[in-house]
């Protein structure tokens, strides 16, 4: 098997991270602050490194899951970075939603130093991802892609492979940017029945009835009917990140976004109020609070 480096474990990170030692993989890590998903890792015997350098010189495959692309980035390079310390042939693999700007950007240096990038974001939750059951959005270089399918189908349910660098992050902030609209409609949706004196569950009952219905719909309303916001794992502060992504992106295209501006505001207010930490779901009470004034 191919030597694995992985970088970033935090809740996705680490799940992923158990999930390849599951499947027998040598792995080397390496971590931030929080030890946890490191001292999970090591005591099954994966290897952990001091540097970003240290991991790519040890791997056949990086991997990266990690919070935004100013991290990538900055872990990538450096005299203690991934570039720096790449192996000819390797292949450098994020899996965190990133700019696709600084995707291409990174893959060209990627390529200069003689291995090749790809991007993979994800899709689903950590719970999917201890159990290999992530969707894995990939894209970049095909024949490198096919060289490590077999470790992308040990993490993930769904594969797929997208063309071009950088088509698997803007799909990907694409589709966080509908899911995040739609997790606000829903959640204002909840508070606007407290506020009209209408029974949450009623509202849910029947526009689930109808072709309104979602899975997005469904973990608002686990939250709002059954008080269980764990559905969608997903913090407000990576949801506000995700949705300003996905504007500087549509900025850099020249196409200016209408749709995702509520939502943005919304999350990011939500954040400049302290709930950064809250999940998604949770903004239904981001709404309740508005609406009392």
Do not use: W
Request: net charge negative.
């Amino acid at each position: 098997m191919a030597k694995i480096g992985f970088i970033g474990l935090g809740l996705m990170g680490s799940a992923m991270v158990q999930r390849l030692l599951d499947q027998g993989h040598d792995l080397i890590v390496l971590g931030n602050r929080d030890r946890t998903g490191l001292d999970a890792a090591t005591s099954r015997g994966a290897q952990e490194a001091r540097t970003a350098r240290a991991v790519a010189e040890e791997s056949d495959i990086v991997m990266l899951c990690m919070g935004t692309s100013d991290h990538v980035e900055g872990r990538m390079r450096g005299d203690d970075g991934v570039i720096a310390g790449l192996t000819k042939g390797a292949v450098v693999i994020d899996f965190g939603t990133s700019l696709p700007g600084s995707t291409k950007t990174l893959g060209a240096e990627v390529a200069a130093a003689g291995g090749t990038y790809l991007d993979a974001p994800i899709g689903r939750t950590p719970s999917h991802g201890r159990d290999g059951k992530l969707n894995l959005m990939c894209s970049g270089d095909k024949a490198a892609f096919d060289k490590v399918r077999p470790v992308l189908d040990d993490l993930g349910e769904n594969v797929f492979h997208l063309g071009d660098l950088g088509n698997g992050h803007t799909i990907k902030l694409i589709n966080n940017f509908f899911a995040m609209t739609t997790a606000n409609a829903m959640a204002e949706a909840f508070a606007m029945a407290d506020r009209a004196g209408v029974a949450r569950k009623d509202v849910y009952d029947v526009m689930a009835a109808g072709p309104l219905r979602s899975g997005m719909m469904d973990f608002i309303k686990a939250y709002a009917v059954d008080d269980n916001a764990e559905m969608l794992a997903f913090s407000v502060r990576n949801a506000a990140k995700d949705v300003g992504y996905y504007k500087q992106m549509a900025d850099d295209l020249g196409a200016a976004t209408v749709m995702s501006n509520c939502a943005r505001e919304a999350l990011t207010m939500a954040v400049e109020q302290g709930r950064g930490e809250d999940l998604v779901p949770q903004m239904v009470d981001f709404y309740v609070d508005r609406f009392r004034g």
